[in-house]
């Protein structure tokens, strides 16, 4: 355990595509990371909280166990350990939207695949054998597993498998090694994963703060701030338009009786043919502005 018991911690991949992503975030969140004597943990300075840079495969056991509150960690490699650990503690706090792949069923090009039924019998390499054999259960398929730490993609040139099921983002490594992608087995994202342990008030209240600066943080991933002005026989319409907002300001423009300036925060993607559709609803003057913070 740490010897700052009276700070949080949180678990964050070492080296790979999420660990940049993970201190973004945490960047993003106002937290001030000075680096650490070592490249095993680092201080946050202007917040109780202390980071652990550590392999993507042990952020859930430091977190189940209890040796750090909270961690960052792909879905792909939450779900194979919750899999093996069923009685394991923790709990899924939010899906952070970044990191996103998929975990596919793929061979070598020119190889027959119609559905799962074409695995029987098969040889499958992986990294997440746990994963794969509840796939090929739900398919009532039966397969052999071949367990692979690494380079899976190298199996069926090596005569090792038939088939491969692997970490697909964007699709570079597949076609470099002459192997096709023919089925999803499970898509994934960046999850943050807290302890299920109690903790004393002070903690308590810190994680709340951090939780809610980075509830805010995501908020404003794709969140936009709109403005425009309407009159009042097109508001119901102009409102139905605005992509993923709840309900707007309506304020009367001074010196313009009927004349509504309308302000909303939407919280999906505003794109080009959303300001056409408000436009030809009525609405003049449009501006879109980003939102840098957003308590929630």
């Known amino acids: 355990m740490f010897a700052d018991t009276d700070r949080l911690h949180i678990a964050i991949q070492k080296n790979g595509r999420l660990a940049d992503y993970s201190r973004d975030l945490l960047r993003d969140a106002g937290m001030r990371v000075v680096k650490g004597v070592n ?24 977190v189940a166990d209890g040796v750090c509150d909270f961690g960052i960690v792909g879905g792909n490699v939450l779900e194979e350990f919750a899999l093996g650990t069923p009685d394991a503690k923790f709990e899924i706090v939010s899906r952070l939207g970044f ?25 499958i ?19 052999s597993i071949v367990t692979m730490n690494g ?21 570079a490594t597949l076609d470099a090694n002459g192997l096709v992608a023919f089925d999803t087995v499970y898509e994934s994202e960046a999850v943050l994963v807290r302890a299920q342990r109690p903790v004393d ?54 010196g313009r009786p009927g004349q509504f300036a309308v302000h909303a925060v939407c919280q999906e993607s505003v794109f080009w043919e959303t300001l056409q559709k408000l436009k030809a609803a009525g609405a ?7 939102i840098e913070k957003m308590m929630m």
Do not use: W
């Open 39 to 62: 490249d095993l943990a680092a201080r946050v300075e202007n917040f109780p909280l202390d980071l652990l840079f550590v392999r993507d495969d042990d952020i859930p056991t430091f």
């Open 99 to 123: 990191g996103r792949c998929t975990l596919k069923i793929a061979g070598k090009d020119g190889v027959e695949y119609a559905s799962p039924a074409s695995l029987s019998g098969k040889r």
């Open 125 to 143: 390499a992986t990294s997440y054998p746990l994963i794969v054999n509840r796939f090929l259960a739900d398919a009532g398929v039966e397969s």
């Open 151 to 171: 380079a899976v993609e190298l199996a069926p040139r090596l005569g090792i498998a038939d088939f491969i099921c692997d970490i697909v983002s964007t699709g």
């Open 201 to 254: 008030a002070a903690k308590a209240a810190a994680a709340e703060q951090m939780l809610g600066r980075l509830e805010g943080v995501l908020a404003t991933k794709e969140a936009k701030y709109i403005m425009l002005n309407a009159g009042s026989e097109n508001l119901p319409a102009i409102t139905a338009l605005l992509p993923g907002a709840g309900a707007p300001t309506v304020l009367p423009l001074h």
């Open 284 to 290: 003049s003057a449009i501006l879109v502005v980003p």
